[in-house]
C-alpha cells in the first residue's frame, strides 16, 4: 500500500522547514504504530539544524517510529550519470573511426558530467528518493524548497525522458557529424557502413536507462495524484499571501491542496507599539487568507517564545499547530462548510 505524502511549500523564510518538520514529529508521537518519514527536497536542507541533530545523505533515526534524511541531489546524479558515460563511451568507441578521435573520451564525460545534467533531470533523480521509501514509511513529510523550485520539481516527470534524450542525442549527433565530415575528406572511407549487434545492444542499453527513468517519473506523478496532499506555510502579510495565491494556481494540476498553515502570528496582549500594529495587519491579511481558501483546513500558529530548535520544542509547535486534531484529521483534513 503507498504512502500517504504530505508536501509543505510556500515562500522562503516563512517557516516551512519548521512546520514540516513539527508536523512529522506530532504524527509520529500520536501514532507511534506508524513509521514516519521526513525528507528534505530543498538543495539548502537545514532539517539538521531543526532537528539539532546530524542529518545526511543516509536515513537517521530520530524517534522510534520518526526517520530523517536530506539526500546529496548531486550524489544520485553522479551515480546515473556515471554508468550512463561509461555505457555511452563503450558506444561511441565501438565505431572504427570515432576511436581514432583523441578527445573523445573527455568530449563525452564533459557532455554528460553531472555539472553539465539540465536542472529538471537532476531534480528527477532527486525525486526519485520518494519511490526508493515508498513501500517502508507509513507517511512520508517532504520539506519542500520555495515555490519557484518546488514547481520545476513538479513539472520534472512530464518531460524528465525528452530532455534527457534531446541531450543525448545532440551530444552524439556532434560526434557522429564530426565523423561525416572525417569520412568525405579520407579516401579510405575508414567508418564503415553497417551497425554490429555489439553497437545495437549497448544502445539499447542506454535506451533502457532512459526508460527506465521515464517508467519512474510516471509512477511519480500516480503518487502525486492519488496520495499526495499539499499544504502551505504562510505568514499574515502580504507577500506571502499573493504568493500562495499564485502557487495555488500553479500546483493545482499536479498535487491537491488539502490545508494551509498561517505561522508566525503575535499572540493577543502583546505590550509593544510596533508589535500592536503588526496584529492589525496580520488579522488583515489572516481574513483575506480564510476568504480566498475557504474551502480548505486552516490552521493558525502563533509565535513560540523560544526558538524552535530540537525535540521538544518540535512536540511543542506541533501541538499549538495542529491542537485536538487527531494523527487521520491531520493527514485528511476535514473541509470546512461553506
Given at each position: ?27 509520529a ?17 537545514n ?22 534524511m ?13 554508468d ?67 514547481i ?32 568525405k ?61 499564485r ?92
Amino acid at each position: 500500500m503507498a504512502p500517504d505524502i504530505l508536501i509543505f511549500g510556500g515562500k522562503g523564510g516563512v517557516g516551512k522547514s519548521t512546520t514540516s518538520t513539527a508536523t512529522a514529529v506530532h504524527l509520529a508521537r500520536l501514532d507511534p504504530s506508524k513509521k514516519i518519514f521526513i525528507i528534505s527536497f530543498d538543495i539548502a536542507h537545514n532539517l539538521s539544524d531543526i532537528f539539532s541533530v546530524d542529518i545526511g545523505d543516509k536515513i537517521v533515526q530520530v524517534l522510534p517510529n520518526l526517520w530523517a534524511m536530506e539526500p546529496d541531489a548531486e550524489r544520485y546524479t553522479e551515480e546515473f550519470v556515471h554508468d550512463f558515460v561509461v555505457k555511452a563511451k563503450k558506444l561511441a568507441l565501438d565505431m572504427p573511426l570515432v576511436k581514432r578521435l583523441t578527445n573523445l573520451d573527455a568530449y563525452i564525460e564533459e557532455s554528460f558530467s553531472a555539472a553539465s545534467i539540465p536542472l529538471a533531470v537532476k531534480n528527477s533523480i532527486f525525486f526519485d528518493e520518494v519511490l526508493e521509501k515508498e513501500n517502508e514509511f507509513d507517511v512520508i513529510v517532504i520539506d519542500m524548497p520555495p515555490t519557484g523550485n518546488m514547481i520545476s520539481i513538479f513539472e520534472v516527470p512530464k518531460t524528465t525522458m525528452q530532455v534527457f534524450l534531446k541531450t543525448t542525442l545532440e551530444t552524439m549527433d556532434n560526434v557522429l557529424e564530426f565523423v561525416s565530415t572525417m569520412r568525405k575528406m579520407n579516401p579510405l572511407n575508414w567508418f564503415r557502413p553497417g551497425t554490429s549487434e555489439k553497437r545495437k545492444n549497448m544502445a539499447a542499453e542506454l535506451l533502457g536507462m532512459l526508460k527506465e527513468l521515464d517508467r519512474r517519473n510516471d509512477r511519480i506523478m500516480k503518487l502525486l495524484k492519488n496520495n499526495s496532499s499539499l499544504r502551505f506555510v504562510t505568514i499574515a502579510e502580504r507577500p506571502s499571501y499573493e504568493e500562495i495565491r499564485r502557487a495555488n494556481d500553479m500546483t493545482k494540476k499536479y498535487v491537491r491542496l488539502d490545508g494551509i498553515v498561517i505561522n508566525k502570528i503575535n499572540p493577543e496582549g502583546l505590550d509593544c507599539q510596533f508589535c500592536e500594529k503588526e496584529s492589525v495587519y496580520q488579522k488583515k491579511y489572516i481574513a483575506l487568507i480564510e476568504d480566498y481558501f475557504k474551502g480548505q483546513k486552516i490552521w493558525k500558529s502563533y509565535r513560540m517564545d523560544e526558538e524552535v530548535i530540537g525535540l521538544q520544542q518540535l512536540q511543542q509547535f506541533g501541538e499549538r499547530v495542529y491542537k485536538d486534531d487527531d494523527f487521520n484529521s491531520i493527514i485528511h483534513p476535514a473541509k470546512p462548510v461553506t
